[in-house]
């Protein structure tokens, strides 16, 4: 691949050969703490996902133990857990902070800042042909606001009134008042302070991502020969710029209501034997505060996963992907449609009921350029010559979940139904397949695929196809059974149902779902090991192991800061020629010109001069 | 002890797996697999596609046998059994396209995996097919948003005239439920007068408070739209009658409705369902704290006549606390609606004390107020 063969701008690649000198010679600290090096950065948020993923798969499990054998004695779990265990019976309140944590750690701190601060910091550079990041300080300030929110959030785990217990949505007046529950109090600042910096973080990742795409492409990178992960990287953070500000402000309104006395969210209230002086606020404006965010949220976390999926499924079919432009539009238009759909989280809350089928309308529409995404892997699959490695498996199951939790989005979208499906196990159900699950994999998908890229060695084959087959079998067996549950009527957030005729069933189904759910938890392990043993001990890597088409796998095994020691190379193409007629190999890079492969050019190709 | 052996025999099942990864690896490396592009288990992946369709297929049908009595509880409401229509159809749809796309999706990478010497066919795009499955969906999706805006829009119009007025209240952790009385009409009520007594704030300065009374079970009368009018005192709750198909926020300062028409007593259910333990039931489905899954509430529908009658013979709460209600309404009030019911002599307020309560929450209520 000589990519460096052509004609390029001097001056830059002077001024960074300069600057690629001062980088070698960087302390220790300043060179894997501290750093501004954008892969450094990358890893750094890989890593703190990693760690993170397990804190909330290990709650999740716990919470499952308590669904799952309802009778169970769990004194064992005292040395862990402490006084959250009252004669072996999990607390009540503590059962709800273990939901509330589980649901913030997983979409924020694992599927934001572990998915897309680990790609958008490590791919944008490498795959548009820059040498970092615009600004590699605010990047740095950008992990380490995350490292302090996250610390924040760790230690609100240890407290002893217990962390935010009032579900992840933390609706007021419940998050508002200590008085009503006791994670309302301490472990409630604690939540709103975290989430501060952590809005700053993205922020600053945010503006690094959209400026950097802007403005550091190579010669030749034109918007059009942008990978789809960059597309997706980039919309992903356009969404985040104009959302997260708004959770900012709803969070900061909470703030003002808990410690000073305001009323926005709070009105007529009687509470602990006294009533409060606050009237006139309204609990639904903080609903609708956060879901401007919390709706955008879910593509914030889903996007970036569709992308890599993009990328993986065009390079192991060794075929275009298909409909590349359908891609990017599909993406454009579930971000903007995103912004407009909010309120159907919000169907009987007493909202205006014309608002309801209004949003009805708009949710139904996001359907279409999904469908048209979920078509467009498939046809990429079709009389492709697929490699399966462990990032093309997790690809597809990332579109098959895709598929299954799409589609009962469209069931809850449909404001009639909802009223009975709000708030069930359907709603679990749903959104932990198409979100969660699909994100997740979509972020395992990418680490097995860039792996070899980020620390110059392969991760064990094998044990990813048992990772891959142990995990998908779980999830499916996790969350199929839970749309039974919820179909019966069953509410989320019950420590117990057994008060109930209506949901005292279906104990056998729970227990099912508490099993896989441990099995799926503890099958994660593998992968653990996979990744840990494999940067020390993996194969060393070939310069390109996938053979695929896009720029980052020019450069070195180990990219130093800069990425690319000599020039950077010029871009003549778009990066899915795979399998093109004519061509002896059935892929031709980015940095080839169509001067060079005369004989699979198409009539309208030839390099531009 | 023992836990100390269950350590170490962690550790040495650990260790032994990863002997049995070591040794794997490094045969590998002996027989040179590595130097394969593809090998083997790029094979066993693709039939695994197979196996676990058909086999989840298979779970899927046995499953869903098995456990759809269980699903939609029968509706008892006029509008339950259409949203449950509703609810099949879209489902119906949605299967249909679940199974084509995931069969397609499983099916294209057993079919098309990695063959020697076979060449992927360069497919960039199709504008024709691409126009055909943007449309389909669009389609369905409109044909979606019809169907639900006419349920939806039936669901939410305002009440008919004449419906069953009830409050429902709903705080940590309990549901609580006010009837008009014989004015049909529901007394004021303001968050501040409420107190240990006077759970519901029930102003008396407003004659229609009067002769409202606060039963233990929601009774609901059939064939008769009632109109629910839903508040919270602390914090937000949510009303869930499952079986009624009704869910709607119970938000503290914003008070919210919902309206239905039950159509099977609680005798006819028992017979329905061959159980004769069964009852309808209230159920919160707003997380609200600690007791957020107990606040279960005893709902009755009865046949038109027989609601009529239990409402006739259910006493005004002003009535049962004639004592304490004494020292919140005015003179003219009281005269009329309470002389027959005092214990006490009205004007003597400094001795009353609040009947049916916990004194001693009243008492630190007391105290906190000073």
Sequence with gaps: MSAVDTLHSGSLTDAHAHDHHDHEDLPWIRKYVFSEDHKIIAKQYLISGIIWAVIGGLLSVLFRLQLGFPDADLTWLKPLLGEWIQNGKLDPEFYLALVTMHGTIMVFFVLTAGLSGTFSNFLIPLQIGARDMASGFLNMLSYWFFFLSSAIMMMSLFIKTGPASGGWVIYPPLSALPQAIEGSGLGMTMWLVSMTFFIVSTLLGGLNYVTTIINLRTKGMTFTRLPLTIWAFFITAIIGILSFPVLLSAALLLVFDRSFGTSFYLSEIYIGGEALHNEGGSPILFQHLFWFLGHPEVYIVLIPALGITSEIVATNSRKPIFGYKAMIFSIVAIAFLSFIVWAHHMFVTGMNPFLGSIFMFLTLIIAVPSAVKAFNYIATLWRGNIVFTPAMLFSIGLVSFFISGGLTGIVLGNSAVDIQLHDTYFVVAHFHIVMGSASFFGMLAGVYHWFPKMFGRMMDERLGYIHFWLTFIGVYLIFFPMHYIGIAGFPRRYYSWTNFDAFNSFTDLNELISIAAIITFVSQFIFIFNFFYSIFKGRVSSLNPWNSNTLEWTTPLHPGHGNWPGEIPAVYRWPYDYSKPGSAADFIPQTIPFSQTPESNFPHEKDEE | ?370
């Design chain 2, 1 to 370: 002890m023992i836990s100390v052996i269950i350590i170490i025999a962690i550790a040495l099942i650990l260790s032994i797996l990863y002997l049995v990864f070591r040794i794997g690896v490094l045969t590998n490396v002996l027989n040179g697999r590595y130097h394969k592009h593809v090998g083997i288990g790029n094979t066993v992946n693709s039939f695994l596609f197979i196996v676990v369709f058909v086999l989840g297929i298979l779970a899927f049908y046995l499953s869903f046998e098995s456990a759809r009595d269980k699903f939609l509880p029968d509706a008892a409401s006029e509008h339950g059994v259409k949203t449950d229509l509703l609810f099949w159809v879209i489902m119906s749809v949605l299967t249909l396209a679940f199974l084509i796309t995931n069969a397609l999706l499983y099916f294209f990478p057993f079919m098309y995996r990695f063959k020697e010497g076979n060449k992927a066919y360069f497919y960039p795009d199709n504008h024709t097919i691409e126009r055909v499955w943007t449309i389909i969906p669009a389609i369905v999706m409109a044909g979606f948003v019809v169907y639900g805006y006419k349920e939806w829009h039936a669901i939410t119009s305002p009440a008919p005239k004449g419906a069953e007025v009830i409050e429902v209240m709903g705080k940590q952790f309990a549901w609580q439920v006010r009837y008009p009385g014989a004015d049909g009409k529901l007394g004021k009520y303001h968050y501040r007068k409420i107190d240990a007594v006077n759970e519901f704030g029930i102003d008396f300065n407003d004659v229609n408070s009067f002769d409202d009374f606060l039963p233990m079970e929601l009774h609901l009368p059939k064939g008769k739209p009632v109109l629910l009018e839903i508040r919270a005192r602390d914090v937000i709750h949510s009303v869930f009658l499952p079986h009624f198909r009704v869910k709607m926020d119970a938000v503290p300062g914003m008070p919210t409705k919902f309206w239905f028409t039950p159509t099977i007593s609680t005798e006819e259910m028992r017979a329905k369902t061959n159980n004769p333990n069964f009852n309808y039931e209230l159920a919160c489905t707003e997380v609200c704290g600690r007791g957020h899954y107990a606040m279960r509430y005893l709902v009755v529908v009865d046949e038109l006549v027989d609601y009529e009658k239990w409402k006739a013979s259910q006493k005004t709460w002003a009535s049962l606390n004639a004592d304490y209600v004494a020292t919140k309404a005015p003179e003219a009030l009281k005269d009329k609606y309470l002389k027959d019911f005092l214990t006490k002599p009205a004007t003597d307020t400094t001795l009353v004390s609040p009947v049916n309560t916990d004194s001693a929450a009243v008492s630190k209520m007391q105290a906190s107020t000073k």
